[in-house]
């Protein structure tokens, strides 16, 4: 079973800055590099949102209108690891994030970090 477990979220202040990080293990048929990584984060009242995409080499990546130009995702296959930096935080950036891993359609989640973005 594949676990992930997030962590670096915090309090900053407008403008500020966190590293978010996902540890993942549990890979029994594939390893890590088989997976597909995602950022996702969810807004107290709000659906949970799509954030950034990595692919499973790390050669592309994709982010969400609101945080591209600010947020930088990347992993490290041989650490089993995701991060997602976040630079020039806004309060809607507030939410819990979400590490989510994706192989042949199956996908698995992370407990979430929560990141508050106030003054």
């Known amino acids: 079973q594949v676990h992930l477990v997030e962590s670096g979220g915090g309090a900053v202040q407008p403008g500020g800055s966190l590293g978010l990080s996902c540890a993942a293990s549990?890979?029994?048929?594939?390893?890590?590099?088989?997976?597909?990584m995602n950022w996702y984060r969810q807004a107290p009242g709000r659906e949970r949102e799509f954030v950034a995409a990595?692919?499973?080499?790390?050669?592309?990546?994709l982010y969400a209108d609101s945080v591209k130009g600010r947020f930088t995702i990347s992993r490290d296959n041989a650490k089993n690891m995701m991060y997602l930096q976040m630079n020039s935080l806004k309060f809607e950036d507030t939410g819990v994030y979400y590490c989510?891993?994706?192989?042949?359609?199956?996908?698995?989640w992370g407990q979430g970090t929560q990141v508050t973005v106030s003054s």
């Open positions: 549990g890979f029994t048929d594939f390893t890590f590099s088989s997976y597909a």
């Open positions: 989510n891993a994706v192989h042949d359609g199956r996908g698995y």
């Open positions: 990595i692919t499973r080499a790390g050669d592309s990546t």
